[in-house]
């Protein structure tokens, strides 16, 4: 059974410290997202990618967070310097090309992040 | 942009008993819209889905309908029972997840 990947499951890391989030999507999908969602509330989309192009980021503060994909197996997020409300869990997603219409996204299991 | 509202924010039913999530979308051009479950701690995950060239879609204890005239697709879940219970959020999105929108979701709970 396929899954998208997320390491690290957990980080907790004092404010100011850079932090890497890393994503593998399913083998064959293209369009990766990035999530953020805090305490059971609903899903904030960050950005996402097709093709390894990054298609919207304007849910991302810019000034502090970034994403790319270095290679299609790999997406990444990074917050540099982090700060306490940057506290969440952030979920991966990817889905694949569709036949002309959209496919489900397939989620990881998260990174849930504690900024101290 | 695309607009997804979701009713009701929490809903508590009683086990064996159906309950009803509405979602309304803004975008015509919508014509994708899944269903995903997420329990406490977990990812959220795809239970049902539905394309606009159809108007209702079942699997087993769970259906969605879609009316594409008036812009709101509803999730029915029946017999409800205990591990139901998460929160539920809807989605619409145009062909290549060009503009793929989640609903603030709805917490069920399935009181035994």
């Known amino acids: 059974d396929a899954r998208v990947t997320q390491t690290p499951r957990h980080k907790v890391t004092e404010m100011g410290q850079e932090v890497t989030m890393r994503c593998q999507p399913i083998?064959?999908?293209?369009?990766v997202f990035w999530y953020r969602q805090t305490m059971m509330q609903g899903l904030e989309l960050l950005a996402y990618f097709r093709n390894r192009a990054p298609l919207d980021d304007s849910g991302m503060p810019k000034d502090r967070f970034s994403a790319e994909m270095p290679d299609a197996t790999l997406a990444t997020l990074k917050i540099q310097p982090s700060e306490p409300r940057d506290s969440a869990v952030y979920f991966c997603?990817?889905?694949?090309?569709?036949?002309?219409?959209?496919?489900?996204?397939?989620f990881g299991d998260g990174t849930r992040l504690s900024i101290l | 942009g695309e607009n997804v509202e979701q009713h009701p924010s929490t809903l508590s039913v009683q086990e064996g008993d159906s309950a009803v999530i509405k979602c309304t979308y803004s975008d015509s051009a919508s014509n994708y819209f899944p269903w995903y479950k997420q329990e406490l701690g977990k990812r959220p995950q795809l239970i049902i889905d539905i394309r606009s060239n159809v108007g209702e879609k079942k699997d087993q204890r769970i259906a969605v309908t879609l009316n594409k005239t008036a812009k709101h697709f509803s999730l029915h879940i029946t017999e409800t029972q205990p591990e139901d219970s998460a929160v539920y959020f809807c989605a619409a999105s145009t062909n290549y997840g060009q503009n793929f929108v989640f609903g603030p979701g709805t917490r069920l709970s399935v009181l035994p």
């Open positions: 997603a990817s889905t694949s090309p569709g036949q002309g219409a959209d496919q489900p996204q397939h």
């Open positions: 083998l064959g999908h293209n369009t």
